[in-house]
């Protein structure tokens, strides 16, 4: 298993980034994904899922300002962010994940990707 993550960068705020994560290794379309963030405190915080029946959840915290796709004829994740915030700021893994019965609250990460880094900053 391969996740390769890009498309992280410097931001100002209010802007935009589109995240990617290339996988390969695997039956991607079988597979549920997520996108995962680590802050400058260190906590791993769950952003966004998409799992292979095509359902979505999102954290509190980016619902309304960041999407989440997956195209699998191209074996690839997205995560669109906009109206970013200097909270955002944090590296940003994506993941294949095993889901829990509560969206967000209980899934679990198995293969990750090393990252992208993502700097909303003026």
């Known amino acids: 298993v391969q996740l390769v993550e890009s498309g992280g960068g410097l931001v100002q705020p209010g802007g935009s980034l589109r995240l990617s994560c290339a996988a390969s290794?695997?039956?991607?379309?079988?597979?549920?994904m997520g996108w995962a963030r680590q802050g400058p405190h260190n906590k791993l915080q769950w952003v966004s899922a998409?799992?292979?029946?095509?359902?979505?959840y999102y954290a509190d915290s980016v619902k309304g300002r960041f999407t989440i796709s997956r195209d699998n004829a191209k074996n690839t994740m997205y995560l669109q962010m906009n109206s970013l915030k200097a909270e955002d700021t944090a590296t940003y893994f994506c993941?294949?994940?095993?889901?829990?019965?509560?969206?967000?609250?209980?899934?679990?990460?198995?293969?990750w990707g090393q990252g992208t880094q993502v700097t909303v900053s003026s």
């Open positions: 993941a294949t994940v095993l889901p829990g019965d509560n969206g967000l609250e209980d899934i679990y990460g198995d293969d």
């Open positions: 290794g695997f039956t991607f379309s079988t597979k549920d």
């Open positions: 998409i799992y292979s029946d095509g359902t979505t």
